[in-house]
């Protein structure tokens, strides 16, 4: 008999334990808001090197979301809507392996979560949820029979400026409670701090996923810029091997004439090679070199963050 009752004993607390986090491999994609479709896809695609494999339509049958291929794990989603009055930034999306096991994990570390996971139009389980900023954080499950697992090694033409997305910038009034939820509950690892050569405060964190080597980036504000300066701190990062060779084949295309901006090579704070690149509605695209000019990482900040 009481062997039994251990049984019942191991089964109760088997069904009392918290689910186990599932893996955040990265980020899937970034989604913004586009004021004219055809300006931006003369950036992404014709500028930058990449192709769209499909889109979304409105009810009218026009484009509602365009969506460019950076790799077979990551995209640059454009919205074919006017912004919401906060930006360009439509909301963020990350990666795991299991979404449902993922929404029952956040579930029990208090994250408001949807009742169920649902397959999104393009066929991908999906979640979403909101972080302590107000950022939708979209959470996908890749399927093989959806239609990025149907794309698999297409649509990656050797005109991408980059093939990958090395992170994802948003704006974070409060570090200690977006580290919380990205560090704390989603299981991102802080890597690096820093600030600008004038600044008295902090102004980056870098958020590493816990499966995976891109991270999110947390740009800290004291006072909320207006929507029409965030396109700077709400950005995505391409990196390259050799940030010289990108900008001269930049140069070299035909769209560098619809580009109408300086492309200058500015070593950054983190003593990497970068260009600051913005497409028509002025969100940034950070071009980066992926290792430091002299191989060594950058020290971190030491200064506070802003109050």
């Given amino acids: 008999m009481r062997y039994f009752f251990g049984f019942l004993m191991c089964l109760s607390l ?130 093989p029979d959806s239609w990025t697992g149907k794309d698999t090694g297409k649509h990656m033409p050797s005109t991408r400026i980059s093939d990958r997305m090395m992170h994802a910038g948003i704006l974070v009034g409060n570090l200690d409670a977006a580290a919380k939820f990205y560090g704390g509950i989603l299981g991102c690892r802080e890597t690096w701090r820093g600030n600008s050569l004038t600044s008295t405060t902090l102004n980056w964190v870098n958020m590493r996923v816990p499966d995976g080597d891109n991270h999110v980036e947390f740009m800290l504000y004291k006072d909320l810029p207006p929507p029409d300066r965030r396109g700077s701190p709400h950005h995505l990062c391409l990196v390259v091997p050799d940030i010289q060779k990108a900008v001269s084949a930049l140069e070299a295309r035909p769209a560098r004439k619809g580009y109408a901006r300086e492309m200058r090579i500015n070593l950054g704070v983190d003593n990497k090679r970068q260009v600051g690149l913005f497409d028509p509605d002025g969100t940034r695209v950070e071009m980066m070199e992926i290792d430091t000019i002299d191989g060594k990482p950058a020290p971190s900040s030491t200064l506070p963050p802003p109050r």
């Fill in 14 to 143: 088997s069904a009392q334990a918290p689910p186990a986090r599932p893996k955040v491999f990265g980020v899937a994609h970034y989604s913004i808001f586009v004021s004219d479709l055809a300006k931006a896809r003369a950036f992404y695609e014709d500028f930058l090197g990449y192709e769209e494999p499909f889109t979304l339509p409105k009810p009218d049958g026009t484009v509602q979301v365009a969506f460019v291929k950076i790799n077979d794990h990551q995209y640059v989603e454009l919205f074919n809507e006017p912004n919401k009055g906060e930006g360009q930034l439509n909301h963020l999306g990350l990666y795991t392996d299991d979404v449902e096991r993922m929404r029952r994990y956040l579930a029990s570390r208090a994250v408001q979560v949807p009742d169920q996971a649902t397959r999104n139009r393009i066929g991908n389980k999906k979640i979403s949820v909101v972080d302590s900023d107000g950022h939708t954080v979209e959470i996908v499950e890749y399927l």
